[in-house]
T-cell receptor, first 113, second 109 residues
């Protein structure tokens, strides 16, 4: 058990809908990272928050947004969903903002029909 | 060409065999991560390396910064080692990880 909790584990929705994925980092970790793993693109970095502030952005679509709350949990919002958004979405946390060990959640599997 | 290349893509081994998975990268890095992803999908961080060698149980990871190459070794492999092993690199103080495409390992009895 990594100590990182993601909900929901599975989510099935329709095109055009909006979903929210939630991540609770390990106790004491200030950084939260979001990653997308799709069959054709592999694992890709989406975005990082550190202590409530956006710290780095990767290949995140404009239809996607994220935030980190004062209690350090984070939410990834995906809107106007398309079939190609079907993927595993992982959250990871670390103590610091720079290079350091990462602890991954179990992932949220999103299926868009 | 991908910034991070792994080989082999697929690997089948018999229980007890010594296994090596390779990772080559083309950019200067501050750290390299080895990750394990089981069929259920969850990802576990195995090692984070910036130089030299690390060992944890039957797993050994090495990195050669000059040659831009890292290897993950599994000694006395076991069916429970069956998983996808992913190499990922971090450049500078950047938060972004760039991932390899993974090596799918199956260990049979």
């Amino acid at each position: 058990d990594s100590g990182v909790t993601q909900t929901p584990k599975h989510l099935i929705t329709a095109t055009g809908q909006r979903v929210t994925l939630r991540c609770s980092p390990r106790s004491g970790d200030l950084s939260v990272y979001w990653y997308q793993q799709s069959l054709d693109q592999g694992l890709q970095f989406l975005i990082q928050y550190y202590n409530g502030e956006e710290r780095a952005k990767g290949n995140i679509l404009e239809r996607f947004s994220a935030q980190q709350f004062p209690d350090l949990h984070s939410e990834l919002n995906l809107s106007s969903l398309e079939l190609g958004d079907s993927a595993l979405y992982f959250c990871a946390s670390s103590v610091l903002t720079g290079p350091g060990e990462l602890f991954f959640g179990e992932g949220s599997r999103l299926t868009v029909l | 060409k991908n910034e991070v290349e792994q080989s082999p893509q697929n690997l089948t081994a018999q229980e007890g065999e010594f296994i090596t998975i390779n990772c080559s990268y083309s950019v200067g890095i501050s750290a390299l991560h080895w990750l394990q992803q089981h069929p259920g999908g969850g990802i576990v961080s195995l090692f984070m390396l910036s130089s030299g060698k690390k060992k944890h149980g039957r797993l050994i990871a090495t990195i050669n910064i000059q040659e831009k190459h890292s290897s993950l070794h599994i000694t006395a492999s076991h069916p429970r080692d069956s998983a996808v092993y992913i190499c990922a690199v971090r450049t500078g103080t950047a938060s972004k990880l760039t991932f390899g495409t993974g090596t799918r390992l199956q260990v049979t009895l």
